[in-house]
């Protein structure tokens, strides 16, 4: 089953603005938008934004979701050495009726 | 406080099922579509399979390469769900994770790790 499209890295300096993007179809993304993921080695991920582009409060509005057609990207501002991790999008796929996930993107910030 | 705790660590040989506890506490499970996750070593996350809430029948959705070999089951009285996956291979090595979903997966489990090992 096909998946969703995430570049594998990304790197930035300290303090820049990293916007990172999510490929997929009318069926998924562009049906009822992704849902975006945060996860630190070893350790479960974690929800940055939901599909309403919602963020929960104990996320750092530094993390903006947006949407755009069948695109997805998730932009962090003010980079620090802890928003480096594996960064992945989510989307129910209408078509399939599966949940689908792109491969991951890690960011490293340098 | 919400959160879900998984049961501990397995290994299994190839040929063999193992089934992996989720409790659910601060919340009752059958209120949201609950997940199944895993990711293998140093791999990506892979969705698995879903519980409907009981308002929308309480059914089971699976992808296409598990829908033959996982079964999804509950109990009511300990707001546990448990994931079995059948047939196992060494490929099946990795972290099993549960989570819920509201829009996106949540709540998420500590993980699982289930090695296919002779």
């Known amino acids: 089953q096909a998946g969703l499209t995430q570049p594998p890295s990304v790197s930035k300096d300290l303090g820049q603005t990293a916007t990172l993007t999510c490929t997929g179809d009318s069926n998924n993304v562009g049906y009822q938008g992704v849902a975006w993921l945060q996860q630190h080695q070893g350790h479960p991920p974690k929800l940055l934004s939901n599909r309403q582009n919602g963020r929960p409060s104990e996320i750092s509005d530094r993390f903006s979701a947006s949407r755009s057609g069948n695109s997805a990207s998730l932009t962090i501002t003010g980079l620090q050495t802890e928003d480096e991790a594996d960064y992945y999008c989510s989307a129910w796929d209408n078509s399939l009726s599966v949940w689908v996930l792109g491969g991951g993107t890690k960011l490293t910030v340098l | 406080q919400v959160q879900l705790v998984q049961s501990a660590a397995e290994v299994k040989k190839p040929g063999a099922s193992v089934k992996v506890s989720c409790e659910a506490s601060g919340f009752t499970f059958t209120n949201y579509y609950m997940h199944w996750v895993r990711q293998a070593p140093g791999q990506g996350l892979e969705w698995m399979t879903m519980l409907s809430p009981s308002r929308d029948g309480g059914g089971t959705t699976s992808a296409r390469k598990f829908r033959h070999r996982v079964t999804l089951t509950s109990d009511t009285s300990t707001n546990t769900v448990y994931m079995e996956l059948s047939s196992l291979t060494y490929e099946d090595t990795a972290v099993y994770f549960c989570?819920?979903?509201?829009?996106?997966?949540?709540?998420w489990g500590q993980g699982t790790m289930v090695t296919v090992s002779s």
């Open positions: 989570a819920r979903e509201v829009e996106g997966f949540d709540v």
